[in-house]
């Protein structure tokens, strides 16, 4: 009922054990709260927020216009949704390392397991796009060191995300990734990895926690959970997957609207009142008020 049952610091620590166990955690993207509780209901292991999302969700493009008020606003809606672990995108920090250490404890305060920071000129872009731009090295690695030296939470997760493989090639973004681990970062995000052997040399390259990102119509190959999991790949995310799908059928309805006058062939495709309502636990709230749920919902 209401929010959720653990504390924003047991479930960093328990996000770090899983993270240490070696397993693969999967995290889908959701695009708003009673999303990231089906994600939970639906038995992942934790919840992602992406910036492109959030943006979407706006009706803004990914391009850097969205404000870290707007993000932790969002975050913490999600956040305390569910009891698994919330990563967040941060993209750039929102400005200059200063910016980054008051993003990162933001963040820290609106619930999140972990967060990453990326190397990109700042305002960024989406990652899968061409003519990206990376800032140098040393603005790269104050920007992590910036991120770890603010949490007040060691076990929130400071995750460093590179886009210099499709800017420069895969042998800067090794190196980029073992510089960034080397200012603190605990996890590393390589954006836009081309192939399995990729994610295999990265994760030869450094010894901490890797993510792949499953985005659709992006530069890389949609490889499935066990694919990952064989190249030692231990958090995979689908951004903007959940999203995507929910408009999908919603332009399709409103496309059945506008020709047929009635949803009625599309019902069968709808999440069922009794679906929303045990999501939504309102047998929960009974035990607080017996005249909120003294109903019964029948399914046909």
Known sequence: MLYSTATPAA???AFRERLASGELLRMPGAFNPLSARLIEQRGFEGVY??????????????IGLTTLTEVAARTRQIARMTDLPVLVDADTGFGEPMNVARTVQELEDAGVSGL??????????????DGKEVVDEATALARIRAAVDARRDPNLVI????DIRGVSGLADALDRARALVDAGADAIFPEAMAT????????AAVDVPLLANMTEFGKSELFTVEALRDVGVNMVIWPVSLLRLAMGAAMRALDTLDSEGTLGPRVGEMQHRAELYDLLDYQGYSRFDS???NFSVVRD
């Open 49 to 62: 927020v992406s910036g492109a999302v959030l943006s979407a969700d706006l009706g803004l493009p990914d």
């Open 291 to 293: 005249d909120i749920f």
């Open 159 to 162: 995750m460093a995300r590179t």
């Open 11 to 13: 479930k960093r620590a």
């Open 196 to 203: 399995l052997a990729e994610f295999e040399a990265m994760r």
């Open 116 to 129: 990453h920071i990326e190397d990109q000129v700042n305002p960024k872009r989406c990652g899968h796009l």
